[in-house]
């Protein structure tokens, strides 16, 4: 096997690794996004009751998905350095795909008749309490048409503009500065995400105040803003590992061959 035969077999390897860790992780996201937890209770701290807006008080609320979703958002930045936007546009679309098809899946599992004997095998929690097993399920894992709609909508707009921006800042700065432009890159498109999922799933679906939505956002952002930051070293053990997998000059030549503007 020749070594230009090697690369390209590893080339391929990795953008398919990549793609499955970036589906997987968006995908998980989206189904626990549903489950909201206290980040003061975690940390052991005191709710913040930050008055915004008038009289509505807001705590440090996030959804359960907000916690891997950087990780989305780094591998993102790892495929567009190596494969451009085209490799993050493609692995973009097939992962909504696949998202609404889960939720369709979902939806279909929620509405089958349940088992009488799973019903009664589950019909008291560990504590002794009466559930309905059934509706729990359903309560859990199907979520509102508003809030497909808009996660789906978040994340296309988002991932676009992250590789957009990530691409046109790899122009100023080539292969120096992978923070500024995966940093600065992160930060604008979750700046969107943040607000869009939020105004489409909970004002234009919803029951919220436009008032409540950007207080929500901005505490998701802040999450967002600050993980990004904190976790910006990953990139740089992202890239040891690449270019120990595939070798410095061929590793370079793949990240310059996807700053290249596509030709049709």
């Not at 497909?148 to 122009?171: H, P, R, W």
């Amino acid at each position: 096997m020749t070594t230009s035969t090697i690369f390209t077999n590893r080339r391929s390897s990795l953008y398919i690794f990549l793609s499955a860790v970036f589906l997987t992780n968006a995908l998980i996201a989206e189904i626990i996004g549903v489950k909201i937890f206290s980040t003061e209770t975690l940390l052991g701290i005191r709710p913040a009751q930050l008055h915004l807006f008038g009289d509505f008080v807001l705590d440090f609320n996030l959804t359960a998905g907000a916690v891997i979703w950087p990780f989305v958002f780094i591998t993102s930045d790892i495929i567009n350095e190596y494969y451009g936007v085209q490799g993050v546009k493609r692995i973009s679309y097939v992962t909504a795909g696949f998202i609404a098809y889960s939720f369709v899946i979902i939806y279909i599992g929620t509405a089958l008749p349940p088992a009488q004997f799973w019903l009664d095998v589950n019909a008291k929690d560990a504590s002794g309490q009466a559930i309905n097993i059934n509706n729990a399920f359903g309560m859990i894992f199907r979520q509102g048409l508003g809030i497909i709609i808009g996660s789906i909508t978040a994340f296309l707009v988002a991932q676009l503009l992250d590789a957009t921006i990530f691409a046109s800042l790899k122009k100023l700065t080539g292969n120096r500065k992978i923070w500024l432009r995966a940093t600065g890159s992160t930060l604008v498109s979750q700046l969107i995400d943040s607000f869009v999922v939020l105004t489409i799933a909970f004002y234009i679906f919803g029951n919220w105040s436009f008032a409540q939505v950007i207080a929500v956002a901005i505490v998701n952002y802040i999450y967002k803003f600050t993980t990004a930051i904190l976790l910006t070293p990953l990139l740089y053990v992202a890239h040891y590992l690449i270019d120990r997998y595939l070798g410095p000059e061929r590793a370079r030549e793949l990240a310059n061959e996807a700053s290249m503007p596509v030709t049709m």
